[in-house]
């Protein structure tokens, strides 16, 4: 019981478990800039999807028609 009251079982150190904040520190800044880099691609997806729908109207408008 002195064990757990003292944090040694838990595995935090005796420094008052700086090593452990430091690690979910860590782990938070890099979800953090999956999160950014994810939403940045989602954007450039969805431009793509749009130039391309653009280029697919224009197509479409200008009348002309290529054979297969």
Do not use: E, K, P, Y
């Amino acid at each position: 019981m002195l064990a757990l009251m003292t944090g040694d079982a838990a595995g935090v150190s005796s420094n008052g478990g700086q090593g452990m904040l430091w690690t979910v520190l860590v782990v938070l800044v890099v979800l953090w800039l999956l999160g950014f880099v994810t939403n940045v691609v989602g954007s450039v997806i969805h431009l793509l999807l749009v130039i391309a729908l653009v280029v697919l109207i224009a197509q479409l408008l200008s009348g002309r028609r290529t054979s297969v």
